[in-house]
Nanobody, 116 residues
Framework: QVQLVESGGGLVQPGGSLRLSCAAS????????MGWYRQAPGKQRELVAA???????NYADSVNGRFTISRDNAKKTVYLQMNSLKPEDTALYYC??????????WGQGTQVTVSS
């Protein structure tokens, strides 16, 4: 059974930075795509960033140039470096693994709040 555990969320001022981590277990981590999604109150969950097994990446337009997704296959961990944070980045951030097909697996979420 896949388990995904996020960490690194918190309260940060506008313009600040945070790094989220997601530790995975229960799967062959290196062969599956990973992603970060977020959901703000009253809004639908949206894709923030994704990374393939070959480390190709894609980003939502709203975070492109500010956020960076990466993965360490030896540590079975995916990261999301978030810079130049804005109040509109406030949301519950979820880690996603594209296994098992077709639904994938989700973490429990970590809260990011950007406020002065």
């Amino acid at each position: 059974q896949v388990q995904l555990v996020e960490s690194g969320g918190g309260l940060v001022q506008p313009g600040g930075s945070l790094r989220l981590s997601c530790a995975a277990s229960g799967s062959i981590f290196s062969i599956y795509a990973m992603g970060w999604y977020r959901q703000a109150p009253g809004k639908q969950r949206e894709l923030v960033a994704a990374i393939t097994s070959g480390k190709s990446t894609n980003y939502a337009d709203s975070v492109n140039g500010r956020f960076t997704i990466s993965r360490d296959n030896a540590k079975k961990t995916v990261y999301l470096q978030m810079n130049s944070l804005k109040p509109e980045d406030t949301a519950l951030y979820y880690c996603y693994q594209a296994y098992p097909f077709p639904r994938g697996s989700w973490g429990q979420g970590t809260q990011v709040t950007v406020s002065s």
